[in-house]
């Protein structure tokens, strides 16, 4: 069983609607989570960076931590076609230096004009 | 923000062969490099990972005999594949970080293996 279950694996919105991206763990020495975007051809570049229960909000996205269930999710308000993209919750141990991260199997995210 | 360069963008090579691929840090000096491997089907996989003051550390299923790296500084790094075979293609990614918490990848380094 993967460390890091994503779902849905694909998902399809409008654009301007909101696209929501759920990641679980199932190992409870995760306790750091980032969200990356990876465009087709490219390497995958961090959104976002989660490490407190609650909300972070950065521009359009917003993420989600709730460690007691392990549960991270990725909200993308007002969808833009150029957010078409894998999106890819990571998990790691450590912050730092020494972060190893366990990636997710991806969303595929696919908005509509 | 943070650039991580990789280059060649593509390598294609036969099956036996060895190749080598480079990853720079530009604008900052990197704390960690962590080398990955990403399928044809977009499962990532640890490969090494080197941090300050210490020595590089291989992830089990990969070995310096296979992917010896060369680290002269934090802010370059180079990896090479030897004896390339079908199972050793993917996009090999490159991140840095610069200590605080995120690890910022290039655009990769494609292998395919004839």
């Known amino acids: 069983q993967q460390k890091v279950q994503q779902s849905p694996e694909s998902l399809s919105v409008p654009e301007g609607g909101m696209a929501s991206l759920n990641c679980t763990s199932s190992d409870r020495n995760f306790q750091y989570f980032w969200w990356y975007r990876q465009h087709s051809g490219e390497g995958p570049k961090a959104l976002m960076?989660?490490?407190?229960?609650g909300d972070k909000k950065e521009g359009r996205f917003t993420a989600h931590l709730n460690k007691a269930s392990l549960h991270v999710s990725l909200h993308i308000r007002d969808s833009q076609p150029s957010d078409s993209a894998l999106y890819f919750c990571?998990?790691?141990?450590?912050?730092?230096?020494?972060?190893?991260?366990?990636f997710g199997a991806g969303t595929r995210l696919a908005v509509c004009p | 923000g943070a650039l991580v360069y990789q280059y060649p963008r593509r390598t294609i090579c036969k099956s036996g062969t060895s190749m080598r691929m480079e990853c720079q840090a530009v604008?900052?000096?990197?704390?960690?490099v962590a080398w990955y491997r990403q399928s044809p089907q977009k499962t990532f996989e640890l490969i090494a990972l080197?941090?300050?003051?210490?020595?590089?550390?291989?992830e089990q299923n990969f070995t310096q005999e296979k992917f010896p790296i060369s680290h002269p500084n934090l802010s370059f790094s180079s990896m090479t594949v030897l004896n390339a075979y079908l199972e050793d293609r993917g996009l090999y990614l490159c991140g840095a970080s610069l200590g605080a918490e995120t690890l910022y990848f290039g655009s990769g380094t494609r292998l395919t293996v004839l």
């Open positions: 604008g900052f000096q990197a704390t960690s």
């Open positions: 960076s989660i490490f407190s229960d």
């Open positions: 990571a998990a790691s141990e450590q912050a730092g230096s020494f972060n190893k991260l366990t």
């Open positions: 080197s941090t300050v003051n210490s020595a590089i550390k291989y």
